[in-house]
């Protein structure tokens, strides 16, 4: 069974970075996407980037310019690197994939992110 498990949350200043992981228990290319999602709590969870098998990543407003998704297949790993954080990136931030046979979401655990000075 597939699982993720994401790690690098923690404390940044605003204006500071952090970088999360999301590692794969087995090969990415099992998945069709993957995506970085964050949420606050009362809140519904929200879409941060969006990153398909093939072609461009896509970034949501709030974050484009300022935060980064990345793969390292021969890890299994992928990476938000979140630049210029804000007060408000504070939030749980998760990692999901669809997989590639039946199309059913995976769900990573999350990792909160504080963005305080």
């Known amino acids: 069974q597939a699982q993720l498990v994401e790690s690098g949350g923690g404390l940044a200043q605003p204006g500071g970075s952090l970088r999360l992981s999301c590692a794969a228990s087995?090969?990415?290319?099992?998945?069709?996407?993957m995506a970085w999602y964050r949420q606050v709590p009362g809140k519904q969870r929200e879409l941060v980037a969006t990153v398909p098998k093939t072609g461009y990543t896509i970034y949501e407003d709030p974050v484009k310019g300022r935060f980064t998704a990345s793969g390292d297949t021969a890890k299994n790993t992928m990476y938000l690197q979140m630049n210029s954080l804000k007060p408000e990136d504070t939030a749980v931030y998760y990692c999901?994939?669809?997989?590639?046979?039946?199309?059913?979401?995976?769900w990573g655990q999350g990792t909160q992110v504080l963005v305080s000075s």
């Open positions: 087995g090969s990415m290319s099992m998945f069709k996407s």
């Open positions: 999901k994939a669809v997989l590639e046979s039946d199309g059913a979401p995976v």
